[in-house]
């Protein structure tokens, strides 16, 4: 959902404030760099994507539609940039499945623990980051297939995949 | 309470916040010196097209309105009109009777030729005094009488030949 003080530090950032654009920096560069240090193994690495997602979307600001919001569509133009270095991911990970393998688990709310979030990080990064996106981030499927350009049903399908492997990781070490 | 997935060192320290700060704004900055404001090319079209429009209904106004005046022109402006065009063709002839003239003829043609100019120079006066300042019965009336007399001399040019045979 788009915020108010969004819209309208957008509209003041292109009438030509710099202060709003430094307004729109500060609201959301934690949680980018949070979320981008799950995928990077350096701090610098980090810094270097989280500083190029903001000067694309600064500079691609007049083509913001407002129909997402601005974090979702921030984080969509990080994405797009890690996507850059993993090349054919989406074609090697996101091929059709069939969903009827892999059905939902009624244990399943009980995964999003603090032992849980230990586990994360053993996902590959494809896994790890749609389970963020939704699990820690709080997006919806459709506003990740939209950020990720793919399709819903897909998302869903990841999220359980990532969700199973955590499960088998933790009975694994805790028996 | 959800737990806790980030924990403190996740986020950025003031410096590399302020580092990262520092190229954005650079890069912003630059940005706005080499671009102009973004052209919106939906508007761009649709301003060609309401330019388009407006250009059909500006010649088609302009056609109407010259054809409603022409239609609606009084009738001494006709009459003007008309005896204007015939006495120039009338005196489209004349060189032809000053070549065919000879040495005794030709300074009385040419006489009559630098009197239908003087006259030419008056009708034109009332004319374009007509133009600026609007039209009198006494303008039209000596407007009148000078194309009567621009035929009378025009007649006389013609028909000089016979005369003198």
């Known amino acids: ?175 | 309470m959800k737990p806790k997935f980030y924990t403190p060192n996740d986020s950025p320290s003031e410096m590399e916040r302020e580092s990262m700060w520092n190229q954005i704004e650079l890069a912003v900055a630059e940005q706005k010196l080499h671009t102009l404001k973004p052209l919106h090319w939906r508007s761009f079209w649709f301003g060609c097209a309401a330019s388009i429009l407006i250009l059909f209904s500006i010649i088609g106004l302009y056609a109407v309105t010259k054809t409603l005046f022409s239609e609606s022109r009084p009738q001494a402006y006709i009459l003007d009109s008309t005896y204007e065009r015939a006495m120039n063709q009338l005196i489209s002839v004349t060189p032809n009777l000053v070549k065919q003239a000879g040495e005794v003829e030709r300074p009385i043609l040419e006489s009559k030729i630098k009197n239908i100019e003087d006259l030419d120079a008056m009708i034109d006066e009332i004319r374009n005094d007509m133009l600026l300042n609007g039209s009198s019965d006494i303008k039209r009336r000596q407007l009148k009488r000078l194309y009567a007399m621009k035929m009378d001399h025009v007649k006389e040019l013609l028909l000089f030949d016979e005369v003198s045979m």
Not at chain 1, 17 to 43: C, G, P
Not at chain 1, 71 to 84: P, S, Y
Not at chain 1, 103 to 113: G, Y
Request: net charge negative; charged share 35%.
């Open chain 1, 1 to 175: 959902m788009q915020t108010f003080d969004d819209i309208k530090l957008i509209d003041l950032a292109l009438d030509g404030s710099q202060a709003a654009y430094r307004m729109l920096y500060d609201k959301h560069v934690d949680s980018l760099f949070r979320f981008v240090q799950q995928f990077r193994s350096t701090r610098s690495d980090t810094a270097d994507l989280v500083q190029q997602s903001f000067i694309k979307c600064f500079t691609k600001l007049h083509a913001f539609q407002k129909q997402s919001s601005f974090k979702t569509w921030l984080f969509g133009i990080a994405v797009r940039e890690m996507q850059m270095d993993w090349r054919t991911w989406k074609d090697r990970f996101f091929e059709e499945i069939d969903e009827d393998q892999l059905q939902p688990n009624e244990d399943e709310d009980k995964l999003v623990t603090a032992d849980i979030f230990k586990q994360v990080h053993k996902l590959d990064e494809q896994k790890k980051m749609v389970f963020l996106l939704f699990a820690v981030e709080g997006y919806t499927h459709k506003e990740i297939s939209e950020l990720l350009e793919i399709k819903e049903s897909h998302c869903r399908t990841v999220l359980t995949r990532a969700k199973n492997e955590l499960r088998n990781r933790l009975k694994e070490s805790h028996p």
